[in-house]
């Protein structure tokens, strides 16, 4: 599988993508924020960062890039897309993902190591994926804007299409995040986004190996 | 900047009536503005060096894998297989005194520019602060926007800030120290120095426009005390924007790997002065420089105003004609600002163009070289210069007292601290902050790794400052040791206070000699370092503070020890020439008996204790290293045992052998000591000395007529203690 990850002006992570998508049997290249042409990559990573300084609202002006276009097709056509911290912002300011990404409670940058809980997914063939990883990931959060937020009734209906992809476990919620969620999909499955780093666990030297699983999670898309 | 009125221009400006007329006499005529304040700025303590250069003439500097030495943007070792590690700390202690969010975030930005300037990719961010005591609102309001800076600018930049360190005292109630350092990861052969070469080259401004922000930083801020009336400085601190930046990094990355550009150079303080000036004296050249070209964000800016500007986010390029356009274009890529707006000659001048009409020339030589080097009027201080203020009854109980210091806040956990800096970006951080001793980044490009460490306890070096600088030095190489690393070379940073005053021109000259020695003895090159005077309050002088940081290398990232402690059953042993006593000590300090005097090191004994350490680290022999240091033994097994949640007995009576009181064996401190942990046959064989055993929920010291058994779960408390002080300063 070919993963191309997105640069932005201001993307922090996109290095740690690659690596990444590469660690778990993949192929990757990166993809400038200008090009409306994917090249034919197979599934798409939207990093972390500060994109375009994120001085306006986090992600608010990435979503209007020619890339991200062509992004928003590929998701259409049901091919995988994974946004991670900056990239799951993108991923709501554009609509792909429900709900948006609010200040941290404590109103400050957090950074520790946090105990996700892989949830179940709706009866779809496609998402059984999740299901069959149903355990407790170990993954790095680090971010200031990281508290999901979605009204009560959204998050009803989110919960009944099996839309929740990541919980916080007990005591990780670290930034207030509503019913501890860490992480969305689209109701079809193929998009996915979450606040803490996959890409930053798959090293046992830096960490864990645990984030590994978030992107294997995505290959059947592709 | 303020002024009054019947002052003249010069020393308004922070220059000395003999050293204007120098500037005369070099120049065989009154200067005009632009050049008094071109001058004022490179005849600054803070561009000069003048009461310190002859001092730092002292220290060695060679050594068989110095890629770059000082004098360049940022000192440079090889790491092997091609690669090199480039690093430096500076200080930005005055504006983050004013403002410590944007002081602290533009220190962080400074460093990071000095690092890519030399064609170096910026994989690590360290810092070292002092406050006065967290009791202070004032403290913690600093505390607070200094770590809010320095987050906001890494964070957003995607460098992680992987250590570092803090203390809490009051003689840094006015004058807070924020000095923050970069690492950076090059392929040796692609490096670039900052000289200015090729008569006819164009000299490019890349990056931010200028505006009036920062204006007279190095003179005012950084060469001067702070006093009454600081709050009208705050227009000379700069505003950071991590964003431009980022591009200018990705950008100039982008061109050196392109081969396009003959040389790069930051514009830090004094902005345009400096930087053209400093490039055009490196060459051996000339720069005419045209104002009426630089982009700027106000458009009826003075031409002198243009020249000392110091907004942040610019370098400054030297690219040969032909490449200027392909130059011009990457920079679009990146959306960062380039101009055209000055050329190198072969006059030896910087002249100042407005629009072709000649607004300043002056000698090269003069402006870069001619400021007068000062000899200090060194004087010891009769006794002990600051104050003492009781906080802990000397009739505390040993328990009692070991929770005091684990809470002070110069050794408690600084959780509170790294946890608001990304720590990972970057994927190199093998052990994240107070994993253990020191900071490590794996190198897969050159398949090794490098461990970083920086340290410096000022309480320690107003005690004896020759001691105490040496003492420092060695805690990084014993730092490094824990993590089975072998050191390569230092940087430094000298932050002192007024070295016209002889007490810490002193304090000054002793640390600097300290500085000299240690190095020398370990074999550890000095491959850079930055000054910070004047650093002075109403009541004084901050405590002599300098911060050094030695960067190390180790084969196999996987193979280094964490501080805690790893499984019940195994054993504890204290290696190397650790004697302690209470002087200069976290506990000398609680009961307000602090005193000058501390004992001299035995860096042979402590360098031989290093490379046992490192050699067993490395063949995997130990479990666990930590080194002794703030709070003593007690401390050290403690924060073992906090880190691994394991608790253990230990029984101190054989440091009765060193000559150490019941007391001084818990609490004392001093260089040399390692609390190992692992198989009692392995640590028996590295000449450790097995004090205790691993296991329980409990810490049980005795030494002596002293024991002591508290919770782990108390202890913990204890030493996790700082987050909720920090916090109450909303």
Redesign the interface.
């Known amino acids: 599988m070919i993963w191309g990850v997105l640069q932005f002006p201001g993307s922090c992570d996109e290095r740690d993508a690659l690596n990444a998508c590469e660690v778990v049997g993949g192929e990757a290249r990166l993809i400038w924020h200008d090009e409306r042409d994917l090249g034919g990559v197979d599934g798409i990573v939207v990093p972390g960062g500060f994109s375009y300084g994120d001085y306006l609202r986090a992600g608010a002006i990435a979503r209007f890039s020619p890339a991200m276009e062509a992004v928003a097709e590929l998701a259409a056509a049901g091919g995988p897309v994974l946004g991670i911290c900056n990239g799951f912002q993108v991923l709501c300011e554009a609509g792909l993902l429900p709900g948006a990404l609010l200040r941290n409670q404590e109103l400050r940058f957090i950074c520790k190591q946090a105990d996700l809980l892989v949830v179940d997914g709706p009866k779809s063939a496609d998402i059984e994926r999740f299901s069959a990883h149903q355990q407790v990931l170990s993954i790095p959060m680090k971010h200031g804007e990281g508290r999901y937020y979605a009204p009560d009734a959204m998050l009803d209906e989110m919960e009944a299409k099996g839309q929740v992809a990541y919980r916080y476990a007990d005591g990780h919620n670290a930034n207030g995040s509503v019913r501890d969620i860490a992480g969305v999909r689209n109701e079809r499955g193929n998009v996915v986004g979450l606040m803490p780093h996959p890409e930053h666990a798959v090293d046992p030297l830096t960490g864990s190996i645990d984030g590994r699983k978030v992107f294997e999670a995505l290959e059947g898309f592709a | 900047m303020t002024g009054d009125s019947t002052m003249p221009r010069h020393r308004e400006l922070g220059l000395t009536d003999s050293e204007y007329d120098l500037i005369v006499e070099k120049l065989g005529r009154e200067p005009n503005a632009v050049e008094l304040a071109m001058f004022s700025l490179l005849w600054s303590e803070h561009c000069a060096y003048k009461h310190s250069r002859k001092l730092l003439g002292r220290l060695p500097t060679d050594g068989p894998r110095v890629v770059m030495g000082p004098g360049e943007n940022a000192g440079a070792v090889d790491v092997g297989s091609g690669y090199a590690v480039a690093f430096k700390v500076e200080s930005h202690n005055h504006p983050s005194a004013v403002e410590p969010f944007q002081g602290a975030a533009t220190g962080v930005g400074g460093i990071l520019r000095d690092v890519f300037a030399i064609g170096a990719r910026p994989i690590a961010v360290l810092d070292s602060l002092r406050f006065g005591e967290l009791d202070s609102v004032r403290s913690r309001h600093l505390l607070d926007g200094a770590v809010?800076g320095i987050?906001h600018y890494g964070?957003?930049?995607?460098v992680p800030n992987v250590g570092g360190e803090i203390y809490f005292e009051e003689p840094y109630e006015h004058n807070c120290l924020v000095n923050a350092m970069c690492i950076g990861f090059a392929k040796t052969e692609a490096m670039v120095r900052a000289a200015a070469a090729g008569i006819g080259n164009t000299v490019v401004l890349m990056g931010a426009t200028t505006g009036r922000d920062g204006i007279g930083g190095a003179s005012v801020l950084a060469s001067a005390e702070l006093g009454e009336g600081d709050d009208a400085k705050r227009p000379t601190v700069q505003v950071g924007?991590?964003?431009?930046e980022?591009?200018v990094l990705?950008c100039c990355l982008e061109l050196l790997e392109k081969g396009l550009l003959v040389s790069l150079q930051d514009l830090g303080a004094a902005g345009l002065t400096s930087s053209a000036g400093e490039m055009a004296s490196a060459g051996g050249v000339g720069i005419d420089i045209d104002v009426a070209k630089v982009p700027l964000r106000e458009a009826d800016m003075e031409p002198f105003e243009i020249m000392v500007s110091e907004s942040q986010e610019r370098m400054l390029a030297v690219v040969e004609p032909s490449r200027v356009a392909e130059v011009r274009a990457i920079c679009d890529k990146?959306?960062t600002g380039s101009a055209e707006i000055g050329v190198v000659t072969d006059s030896g001048r910087v002249r100042i163009l407005k629009a072709g009409e000649v607004v300043g020339d002056m000698p090269v030589e003069a402006l870069v070289d001619g400021c007068p080097l000062y000899d200090l009027e060194p004087e010891a201080p009769a006794g002990w210069i600051y104050g003492n203020r009781q906080t802990l009854a000397p009739s505390a109980d040993s328990e009692a007292t070991l929770l005091a210091l684990l809470a002070a806040p110069s050794i408690a956990s600084k959780q509170w601290i790294?946890?608001?800096?990304?720590?990972?970006?970057?994927?190199?951080?093998?052990r994240r902050p107070e994993a253990a001793d020191a900071a490590v980044l794996?190198l897969p490009e050159s398949g090794n790794a490098i461990a970083v460490s920086i340290d410096g306890n000022g309480r320690r070096v107003a005690c004896e400052p020759y001691n105490g600088t040496v003492e420092a030095v060695l805690e990084c190489a014993q730092n490094l040791a824990c993590v089975g690393a072998e050191p390569l070379g230092l940087t430094n940073c000298l932050n002192f206070g007024n070295p016209e005053k002889p007490v810490p021109a002193w304090q000054l000259d002793r640390a600097i000699s300290g500085l000299a020695v240690v190095c020398e003895e370990l074999g550890v090159p000095v491959v850079g370092g930055n000054v910070s005077l004047y650093n002075e309050g109403p009541d004084g002088p901050i405590y002599p503070t300098p911060v050094v940081a030695m960067v190390g290398e180790l084969p196999n990232?996987?193979q280094t020890a964490p501080m805690g402690f790893a499984k019940a059953g195994d054993a504890i042993a204290l290696l190397g020439p650790f004697a302690p006593t209470l002087q200069g000590s976290e506990l000398a300090k609680q009961r307000g008996e602090l005193a000058m005097g501390l004992p001299e090191p035995d860096v042979a004994a402590v360098a031989a204790a290093c490379a046992t350490v490192r050699e067993a680290v490395r063949a995997g022999r130990v479990a666990s290293a930590h080194d002794v240091s703030d709070g003593g033994l007690a401390c050290a097994l403690a924060e073992s045992a906090i880190s691994s949640g394991l608790g253990f007995r230990a029984d101190l009576q054989d440091l009765r052998e060193r000559g150490c009181s019941p007391e001084e064996a818990l609490f004392g401190e001093g260089t040399g000591g390692f609390v190992l942990s692992g198989e009692r046959t392995e640590l028996e064989a590295l000449g450790a000395l097995v004090i205790g055993e691993v296991g329980s929920t409990t810490i049980e010291l005795a030494a002596g007529d002293r024991s002591l058994v508290i919770g782990l779960v108390d202890a913990t408390e204890a030493w996790r203690s700082l987050d909720a002080r920090a916090e109450a300063v909303a």
Do not use: C, H, L, M
């Open positions: 809010r987050g964070n957003s930049i995607g924007d991590p964003f431009e980022s591009k990705e990146w959306q790294f946890q608001q800096y990304d720590s990972i970006v970057g994927s190199r951080t093998v794996q990232p996987a």
